[in-house]
């Protein structure tokens, strides 16, 4: 049976993962409390709650938020990044904290809805653009052909109204 407060952390943990629509798993063994409360910063920045868990109460929690397939994931220290937006800022956050401060910090894996995902997966979610820059990409692809489009049906028009100015100088040049 579960105390009370263990209770509470896991209604807490159930809260997380319900609102999260991705999390990355990383392992914290060996790092110092300022390193953490470091990350921790940098990650609320952009909206992210990082928290150390203890495996037992995060499983638990998962399977009660719905998340089963991820629920076997919660292997040796673990804390977890709850992302709610774009979990590719997360990733590249979380990398490039590691790659600064040169700690001995790992990234586990993480989970993208029920999905869940390899330490590889993360990391190359880390590389991938931005959201915002992907929609842009994909506008501009967008924008390329139309404007194609739109001075092929000017074409014509623009070469009529030339003829037409070159004739009204043509006649002006008469009088």
């Known amino acids: 049976m579960p ?3 263990k209770k ?6 159930e809260q997380f993962f319900t609102k999260a629509n991705s999390g990355i798993f990383t392992d914290y063994r060996g790092l110092k409390t300022s390193d953490v409360v470091a990350l ?3 990650l609320r920045e952009i909206g992210v709650e990082y928290h150390v868990v203890k495996n037992t109460l995060a499983r638990i929690a998962a399977e009660k938020a719905g998340k089963n ?3 076997g994931a919660f292997e040796g220290p673990l804390a977890i990044a709850f ?3 774009d979990i590719t800022k997360s990733a590249k956050v979380i990398t490039e904290h590691i790659a600064t401060t040169k700690i001995a910090m790992e990234i586990k894996g993480g989970f993208l809805g029920n999905r869940l995902l390899s330490s590889k997966d993360v990391a190359t979610l880390a590389t991938l653009p931005s959201r915002e820059t992907l929609i842009a990409k994909m506008l501009g692809g967008f924008q390329g ?4 489009l739109l001075n092929q049906l000017n ?3 623009r070469g009529l109204a030339y003829v037409l ?6 006649l002006e040049g008469a009088n």
């Open 8 to 13: 509470q952390i896991i209604d807490n943990l």
């Open 3 to 5: 105390t009370e407060k």
């Open 165 to 170: 100015q070159g004739r009204i100088k043509q």
């Open 40 to 42: 921790r910063r940098k």
């Open 155 to 157: 074409a014509p028009l």
């Open 69 to 71: 397939q991820i629920a």
């Open 145 to 148: 052909p139309l404007y194609s």
């Open 83 to 85: 992302v709610q937006d």
